[in-house]
């Protein structure tokens, strides 16, 4: 496995930050588990769980949702720092070589760029690691998905997972430019 650098704990944009996990994020992250789309594969059960507890309990156990330089980050407004979302890298479907990139956002944050504009965040730090390929996995159904990866540079892969139930997985990926800190040609 080659060596990669981590991705960074913060990152700002012109209006987003996207930082560390807080416990206080439990309740805002759980909302987004209620706001997905029935054929989501995660999502609130019959009894309620995950709770806003359970939440909070993985926040503090893994405060960056992933381990080894990868992470979701949570995304707030620059100016009012109210929680939208998160964005960030997960192995996921992918591998820790060529990770997955994830967004997920409220719905009142939709319309706005804001997936866009933390999605292109996380693609520069990604290539700042390293790393060399992306992949992002979507259901054929979530066409704003799409427009976000297409905006990226990702590109279809040619790679379908079945699912008649909640709809195929479409596979995305993006090759990565590594980025000179010098002129490479010396």
């Known amino acids: 496995m080659a060596?990669?650098?981590?991705?960074?704990?913060?990152?700002?944009?012109?209006?987003?930050?996207?930082?560390?996990?807080?416990?206080?994020?439990?309740?805002?992250?759980?909302?987004?588990?209620?706001e997905r789309d029935a054929r989501a594969l995660r999502r609130i059960d019959a009894e309620g769980r995950p709770t806003v507890e359970d939440m909070r309990g993985r926040l503090v156990d893994n405060p960056l949702m992933a381990d080894r330089g990868l992470g979701l980050l949570p995304i707030e407004l620059r100016d009012t720092g109210e929680f939208i979302g998160y964005c960030g890298?997960?192995?996921?479907?992918?591998?820790?070589?060529?990770?997955?990139?994830?967004?997920e956002l409220a719905r009142r944050a939709h319309g706005h760029g804001y997936a866009t504009e933390a999605a292109r965040a996380i693609v520069e730090a990604a290539t700042r690691t390293g790393r060399r390929r992306l992949w992002a996995t979507v259901r054929e159904w979530n066409?704003?998905?799409?427009?976000?990866?297409?905006?990226?540079?990702?590109?279809?892969?040619?790679?379908?997972?079945?699912?008649?139930?909640?709809g195929n997985t479409i596979w995305m990926t993006r090759v990565l430019e590594p980025r000179w800190e010098t002129d490479p040609a010396g």
């Open 89 to 103: 890298l997960t192995v996921g479907q992918a591998s820790f070589d060529e990770p997955e990139i994830a967004y």
């Open 143 to 166: 066409a704003p998905s799409f427009r976000v990866l297409e905006k990226l540079g990702f590109h279809w892969s040619g790679r379908i997972t079945e699912d008649a139930e909640r």
């Open 3 to 34: 060596i990669y650098d981590a991705l960074p704990a913060e990152l700002v944009t012109e209006r987003l930050r996207l930082r560390r996990w807080m416990p206080s994020d439990a309740e805002e992250y759980r909302g987004l588990w209620l």
